[in-house]
């Protein structure tokens, strides 16, 4: 993840089948490589008509509980890509179609694992053009009660606070060096979690159709339900790194700066993500009006 110079797309074409974690039925994801300037964009090749594509973006955002659901202007969605965006950011991909069938993005092993592993193992391609990180020159920060995403000046890191107290989640914090690869490496093995006292909750909601001990952690009390052990002490905290990076690579382009996040979950993260939109979009605009009022004066 660390800031290259130019533009990369895939190498060739990279398949990924498996359930949806709330749809609950099988899906599937490729990933084509894409011109260069041309950004992430997801493809439903199950519906017909031309009003299939979705641009990654978090202008896009029309759901954010327990997952990030994207739709374009005619209302066709794809959902749960935190995963698969937070893979493209670990790998330093900034132009790819995405070809979607069905309505979300397989859930695998919960974590973004198997997306880095094979388009690492595919290779990636660069193109001409230079990449267009964002940088952070004045803190901007996003608030929900106790909860808050700042991004400020500094070196490309990112800390993480939870707190899921009386339970074995409970309180962790880590901070991740965004341009070290044992780092990433953490991140991108991070799985989804919930507590067992959810899961019917969620699915009486219509969520997690697909959950199972395969693609998530369950926790019940101070007890892992998982045979399989956590791969990190700090897995909770990791995971919600890994899910706040898939939501902010909405923007396209690598953050320049400090990340700061406490109890972050999809709707902060997406809203943030906004703010960071609006802000540099903002600042685009200030930097034309401030052109043109020099031209005008010369």
Known sequence: MSLLARQRTVQKEITFSGVGLHSGVECRAVL?????DAGIVFRRTDLDGGANLITASP???VFADHGTTLANESGVK???VEHIMAALALCGIDNVVVDVEGSEIPILDGSSAQFVREIAGSGCLELMARRKPLAIYSPVRVEDGDRFIEFTPGPRR??????FDNCLIGRQALTLNLENEDDLAKLACARTFCRLEEVQVLKDAGLIRGGAL???????????????PLRDP???ALHKALDLIGDLY?????????ITAVKPGHAINTRAAQELLQHFQGDQTASVEAADAMRATA
């Open 32 to 36: 084509r490589p894409s011109e260069a």
């Open 59 to 61: 202008s896009r955002v």
């Open 78 to 80: 794809v959902a749960t």
């Open 158 to 163: 990112i800390h993480v606070e939870i707190d």
């Open 214 to 228: 395969a693609n998530s952690i369950v926790v019940d009390g101070n007890r892992l339900l998982n045979e399989e």
């Open 234 to 236: 700090s897995e909770f």
């Open 250 to 258: 909405l923007l396209g382009a690598p953050i320049n700066g400090t």
